[in-house]
């Protein structure tokens, strides 16, 4: 069984940053790839950033270039450093590892952007 725990959300003026953080329990965190979405009110869930085992990463045309994900396999952590926010970047922000045992989920973190 994995857990994932989020922090770091919170509100920030448009133009500003923010990282959020995501711990997972467990063993299996270095074995897979990590993902970041996002859901924004009234819109679906999208993925907006992904990080393979050994680094690779791959952003949505929305984040590129202003966000970055990394992950640290040593402390079971995946981060998401947020730059130059926009108000369109308002949402409930959700780490996923999806492996082979099931798909798991962190509780969500609020973002907002609001001048």
């Known amino acids: 069984q994995v857990q994932l725990v989020e922090s770091g959300g919170g509100l920030v003026q448009p133009g500003g940053s923010l990282r959020l953080s995501c711990a997972a329990s467990?063993?299996?965190?270095?074995?897979?790839?990590m993902n970041w979405y996002r859901q924004a009110p009234g819109k679906q869930r999208e993925l907006i950033a992904s990080i393979t085992r050994t680094g690779n990463t791959n952003y949505a045309d929305s984040v590129k270039g202003r966000f970055t994900i990394s992950r640290d396999n040593a402390k079971n952590t995946v981060y998401l450093q947020m730059n130059s926010l926009k108000l369109e970047d308002t949402a409930v922000y959700y780490c996923?590892?999806?492996?082979?045992?099931?798909?798991?989920w962190g509780q969500g973190a609020q973002v907002t952007v609001s001048s």
């Open positions: 996923n590892l999806a492996a082979g045992t099931g798909d798991y």
């Open positions: 467990g063993s299996i965190f270095s074995r897979y790839p």
